[in-house]
């Protein structure tokens, strides 16, 4: 079984910053795509930052410049550096992985996810 258990998130006024971490566990081939996806009540989840195996990074558009995602490929951890927090920000974070679990197996997994609030 895969875990993915995340790390980091609080309360910060805005123009603040925050670090979230997330580490997976368990029986793990290999991890393609790593990262961070949001959700405030009532709307989608939308993607923060993902970062491929080679270290290539994708951005949400409301985050691009802010947020700086980073992989250990070793430790099989990603984190999301958060600067220049917004209100708007403010949501339930969620680390998401897609791994491989054996040579024909490849799926999707989210963390249990963690709460970031800005607010003054």
């Known amino acids: 079984q895969v875990q993915l258990v995340e790390s980091g998130g609080g309360l910060v006024q805005p123009g603040g910053s925050l670090r979230l971490s997330c580490a997976a566990s368990?029986?793990?081939?290999?991890?393609?795509?790593m990262g961070w996806y949001r959700q405030v009540p009532g709307k989608q989840r939308e993607l923060v930052a993902s970062?491929?195996?080679?270290?290539?990074?994708n951005y949400g558009d409301s985050v691009n410049g802010r947020f700086t995602i980073s992989r250990d490929n070793a430790k099989n951890t990603v984190d999301l550096q958060m600067n220049s927090l917004k209100p708007e920000d403010t949501a339930v974070y969620f680390c998401?992985?897609?791994?491989?679990?054996?040579?024909?197996?490849?799926?999707?997994?989210w963390g249990q996810g963690t709460q970031v609030t800005v607010s003054s």
């Open positions: 368990g029986r793990i081939f290999v991890i393609n795509d």
């Open positions: 998401n992985a897609e791994i491989r679990t054996t040579t024909f197996t490849t799926s999707n997994y």
């Open positions: 970062m491929s195996s080679s270290g290539r990074a």
